[in-house]
């Protein structure tokens, strides 16, 4: 980690970053963001939006530029779905994490978007990291299918050598020989990257995982790992969904994943003050009461 001055403590106490996203502080408080795959349809974003604020997330998240394996697939609905996003935000007061997935578009995106997200497949896109280092507007680096630790923070090194201090990362799963999950949710890289970067982490144990069945205890794995918060898929009608259907929550089953993790924040308190909050130094259990 030798090479790196900017996303690594390097043995010096430095202070954990906050990153300000609208009036959430994540890496203080352990943060939901939540909401569709992808912006279908301003019903579709607008109704899922409600459900989630009215669950207790704190942040939304929708596409509008997918980047799908098959070009053949739904690509999300571009500007139209910002305008959705837009919508929806003025509507709950949610802030909006959507991802950018061409340099050229960085800019015009960061008008509708309170974060940029930098998805898995463009960790490494060396243009688009430079692109949302000159931006004054927080970036969700995802972790790449195949990276390790320290390509990890090399990318989110690009972005705060550009000048841009305001990243916060995500475990997002990675690709192993395991094929019941759609990938391997490496909650390890928790407590390591809390060691050696002072930059929040987040998981996504919906992309994790791609199965319904295991994004709550994921979830809850994720608290108790030290985690500032998690990003799940949610969606007013999983069945109807154009991306990602099978991982997508509906409102009562993210409703109660809520319930869940403001009943685990009681029970970890006593554990989290002598374990989480030594390696993360602070204590992760602050989710936004109903
Ligand atoms: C997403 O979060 O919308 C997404 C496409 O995830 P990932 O880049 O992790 O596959
Ligand atoms: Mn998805």
Not at 104 to 119: P, T
Request: charged share 20%.
């Amino acid at each position: 980690m030798n090479q790196l001055k900017l996303s690594v403590k390097n043995g010096k106490p430095l202070k954990r970053t906050v990153v300000t996203v609208g009036s959430v502080r994540v890496g203080e408080d352990f943060v939901v963001i939540a909401g569709p795959c992808s912006v279908e349809s301003e019903i579709q974003a607008l109704e899922t939006a409600r459900a989630v604020k009215k669950a207790g997330a704190n942040m939304l998240r929708g596409g509008a530029f997918k980047p799908r394996t098959s070009p053949y697939d739904f690509q999300g609905l571009g500007l139209k779905g910002l305008k959705i996003l837009e919508m929806a935000r003025r509507e709950t007061g949610l802030p909006v994490v959507t991802e950018v997935t061409d340099p050229r578009d960085v800019s015009w995106v960061s008008e509708y978007a309170d974060m940029l997200q930098i998805g898995t497949r463009n960790m490494q896109n060396f243009s688009l990291l430079k692109e949302v280092g000159k931006m004054n507007k927080p970036v969700l680096l995802k972790r790449g299918l195949y990276s390790t630790l320290k390509e990890w923070l090399s990318c989110a090194e690009y972005i705060l050598a550009g000048g841009n201090s305001q990243v916060i990362l995500c475990e997002r799963g990675i690709r192993t020989f395991e094929t019941y999950t759609r990938n391997t949710l490496d909650l390890s890289i928790v407590p390591a990257v809390k060691e050696l970067s002072h930059l929040p982490i987040i998981v996504d144990p919906s992309h994790g995982t791609g199965r319904l069945s295991l994004i709550e205890p994921m979830s809850l794995a994720s608290l108790a790992a030290g985690a500032d918060g998690i990003m799940v898929e949610v969606h007013y009608n999983p069945a109807e969904a154009l991306c990602d259907k099978d991982q997508a929550l509906s409102p009562v089953l993210f409703s109660g994943l809520m319930d869940k993790l403001r009943h685990w924040q009681g029970a970890l308190g006593t554990w989290t003050a002598e374990g989480a909050v030594a390696v993360s130094g602070r204590h992760p259990l602050a989710l936004a009461a109903r």
